[in-house]
């Protein structure tokens, strides 16, 4: 009795490889675009890019063709890619996107939500609420451990919302989000602590929703999200107005 495995064929084997090569170049891109290592706007030279990665040519094509469709990269015909720039006005109609979007999917959670949503919720904001923002912005990993558990939270407030649409939607808008901030990091950390009392915010969204008041919950979170959108306006915009009076673009 022949007891060898089957194998798939060479070139099968080959294309699983490549592929999973491509979304490994794929998320350290990725990373380094949300996290600021490579600039808004900023041309992404391929021989650069496998320097860095150390990877070939053709996964970094494949990567950067994946997060073209992701909008965090443009392609700009036969002259390669560039990393999608950034803008007040962008970052408004995010925003407000968000608002909406989140509102929808707030309101369904609560709706449909049982006590395991409840417990995601409370556990998800306890472990947020034991984490404080950064007093130093230099703090890679502080900043990355914050914006892992902030992000858990919002996730949680919104998981039960049956709709794989509007999560696809959510994740999107969420991504895009992340590169905003950026502008804080212009800044000293007081200003942000100062300006916003975040965990004054997401203890009261977190109260009405297991109090299962949509009305409030829906309302304060898009507060929480027009806050922070003001926030970093206002930073940006402190931010070139700084530039122009040294000079600098």
């Known amino acids: 009795m022949n007891t060898t495995a089957h194998k798939a064929p060479l070139s099968e084997r080959m294309d699983a490889a490549d592929k999973t090569l491509s979304q490994r170049v794929y998320r350290l891109i990725r ?83 049982d006590a395991d949503w409840e417990g995601r919720v409370v556990a998800a904001h306890h472990a947020l609420s034991k984490t404080p923002l950064p007093t130093d912005m230099k703090e890679q990993d502080a900043i990355q451990l914050w914006e892992h558990r902030h992000r858990a939270f919002h996730q949680a407030l919104l998981s039960a919302c049956d709709s794989p649409w509007l999560h696809k939607f959510y994740a999107q808008l969420s991504t895009h989000t992340e590169r905003y901030r950026l502008v804080r990091l212009f800044h000293s950390p007081s200003d942000v602590q100062l300006a916003v009392d975040v965990d004054l915010q997401h203890r009261a969204i977190m109260e009405a929703c297991l109090k299962r008041d949509v009305a409030t919950a829906t309302r304060l979170l898009s507060e929480h999200i027009a806050n922070t959108a003001r926030l970093v306006q206002r930073l940006w915009e402190s931010r070139m107005a700084e530039n122009s009076g040294t000079g600098q673009e």
């Open 31 to 113: 990373a380094d675009v949300l996290n600021g290592s490579i600039a808004p706007g900023q041309k992404l030279i391929l021989r650069d890019l496998q320097k860095r990665y150390e990877q070939g040519m053709s996964p970094i094509r494949e990567a950067l063709i994946l997060l073209a469709s992701e909008g965090l990269v443009e392609g700009e015909g036969q002259k390669g890619f560039r990393v999608a720039s950034i803008s007040v006005a962008e970052l408004i109609d995010i925003a407000n996107t968000r608002q909406r979007i989140e509102a929808l999917m707030l309101e369904a959670s609560i709706n449909a939500g």
